[in-house]
């Protein structure tokens, strides 16, 4: 059965914590006070037992005393425990006090640690703030730093130089289709006015600070300087698709130059890509029959070429041609430039009727407009013997090989007569005495003097020379050829490797196709 407490015991337990300790100070007041009422008792009985003299009543304050003694006992054993209750309960308070400071500590360090968050993340946002900051104030760096070259590079490039000076690398010649190289003083200004005109006409003239600029990406690429070019040439697109759009013509220039660059490095995939692109926006804005769409069809087949892919290139070269002859006239030389590159894309693939045609049109109209003594006719004669060689038509080709020698004897060397004779006749007179036994023991200088002639530093009259000492060989005419390429190798000045390439190797019967890009308009 539960035991039953009673209302006094149900009292005691629903008090609080407070009124237990407020009841406990009473109780020791209480019993502090009874304590001293029972001393001041037994100290009384204690005086009256020394008056007693019977022993009877002595007896009976003995035990009055004792039960005192105990009472007293008990009550300080109560005081006792209430003393502990009260210390117990000063140690609670304490603690419970260490707990309030402890809380309100990490109240305050919760407090703190959420201000440090909100502080990190505003810092976090200035510093991305500061990063952009610092990204486009380096974009706006790099951008004044290219107009700033451009700036210097248009003072120190007058327009004659940029007319008459012969670009550093053959591969990015073709981007102004009016520019004019390499043509006589006096044929010159026709032909610049006629392109001009010619550009007019399509109602687009490629701007002053493009073709600086162009300049400008030519010289780091002739140095290998591409990590500079590039950069040079994605800045100046971005400015102007920003500026003018992306279907402008001058977005379609900045094209072709990244292109070309591209070429260089042969990344043929993304000049593809971007001269693919330069066409549509020319033929778009400019129109399918104007110079600039020619220029870019040009570029486009040669990329081809290089990649082997003759037959894609050559209709592309021909619309070029068309545009050209439609726009310049039949008898431009630039219409004989891309006579030139339909050749060596028509001799890859093995069309050599019409490689031909195309190079002695090309070779009338150099002849006509330029004049005999201009470095394409060599060129260009040198190519035809090639294509001669390739049939097995010795005696065309050698008879192309000894006009291009013996012109450039008389340029230097004046008329040829029987004391004034072109390195290709001593070569020959070399070969008959070899033949008569005449020559032996003996030094070269005393059969004539013969290496007076090989003082030439044309790199089409040095590769001439080797094509020649080949052919000879093929006949059999070992002196005069071991003569020939003697006198190629005193004469030859560090001879640009893609023209020596481009009939050299066909000589050499090596099926290499980087020949073609000996001409580009």
């Known amino acids: 059965m539960s035991t039953m407490l009673s209302p006094r015991d149900e009292k005691l337990e629903k008090l609080s914590q407070e009124e237990i300790i407020s009841n406990t100070k009473l109780v020791i007041q209480g019993l502090e006070a009874l304590k001293n009422e029972h001393n001041s008792i037994l100290h009384s009985l204690l005086e009256t037992i020394k008056c007693l003299k019977k022993d009877e009543e002595a007896s009976v304050v003995h035990e009055k005393s004792s039960l005192l003694r105990r009472s007293v006992e008990m009550i300080e054993l109560g005081l006792g425990e209430a ?10 308070n304490a603690v419970e006090s260490e707990k309030q400071k402890l809380r309100a500590q990490v109240r305050r360090l919760c407090q703190e640690n959420q201000w440090l968050r909100d502080e990190l993340a505003n810092t976090q946002q200035k510093l991305q703030k500061s990063e952009q900051s610092v990204a486009q104030l380096e974009e706006e760096k790099k951008h004044l730093e290219f107009m700033n070259q451009l700036k210097k590079y248009d003072e120190d490039v007058s327009p004659s130089e940029e007319k008459d000076g012969e670009p550093p690398k053959d591969s990015l010649d073709d981007l102004f289709p009016n520019d004019e190289e390499e043509h006589t003083q006096g044929m010159q200004q026709q ?18 600070r493009l073709r600086t600029l162009h300049n400008l990406v030519i010289q780091y690429a002739s140095q290998g300087r591409y990590e500079v070019a590039v950069p040079l040439c994605k800045q100046a697109l971005e400015d102007l698709e920003k500026t003018s759009g992306h279907d402008h013509p001058d977005v379609a220039t900045m094209l072709n130059i990244l292109a070309l660059v591209y070429r260089d490095q042969n990344k043929y995939k993304e ?57 310049l006239g039949k008898d431009h030389p630039d219409v004989a430039k891309q006579l030139n590159n339909l050749a060596l894309l028509c001799q890859n693939q093995g069309k050599y009727e019409e ?22 006719v060599a060129k260009t004669k040198n190519n035809l013997a090639s294509c001669f060689l390739k049939q097995g038509k010795y005696k065309e080709a050698e008879v192309l090989y ?3 020698l013996t012109r450039a004897h008389e340029k230097d060397f004046g008329s040829v007569d029987a004391e004034n004779k072109p390195i290709w ?48 060989r093929r006949q059999g005419k070992m002196e005069a050829a071991e003569t020939l390429e ?36």
């Open 425 to 472: 006749m001593h070569a020959e007179e070399r070969e008959e005495m070899s033949k008569g036994k005449h020559r032996d023991n003996m030094p070269y200088g005393e059969y004539g003097g013969w290496y007076k002639a090989c003082k030439v530093n044309s790199p089409t009259v040095n590769t001439t020379l080797r094509n020649l000492g080949a052919l000879y």
């Open 83 to 92: 003393q502990v209750m009260m210390a117990l309960s000063n140690h609670l």
């Open 486 to 521: 003697e006198c190629a190798v005193r004469s030859r000045k560090q001879v640009c490797e893609r023209e020596c390439v481009c009939v050299c190797v066909c000589v050499c019967e090596c099926e290499r196709v980087s020949s073609l890009l000996f001409f580009k308009s």
């Open 191 to 208: 032909h610049n006015s006629a392109a001009v005109a010619a550009a007019q006409q399509g109602g687009y003239e490629i701007p002053a």
């Open 402 to 404: 000894k006009e291009i």
């Open 355 to 376: 490689v031909e045609y195309y190079y002695s049109r090309a070779l009338e109209i150099y002849e006509r407009r330029l004049g005999l003594d201009d470095p394409n």
């Open 271 to 327: 000049a593809a890509h971007l001269l693919n692109d330069a066409l549509s926006i020319r033929e778009k804005t400019l129109g399918k029959d104007h110079p600039a769409v020619a220029a870019t069809l040009n570029n486009l087949a040669v990329l081809y070429g290089k990649r082997g892919k003759y037959k894609e290139a050559e209709p592309l070269c021909k619309r070029a041609l068309e545009i050209r002859e439609k726009v």
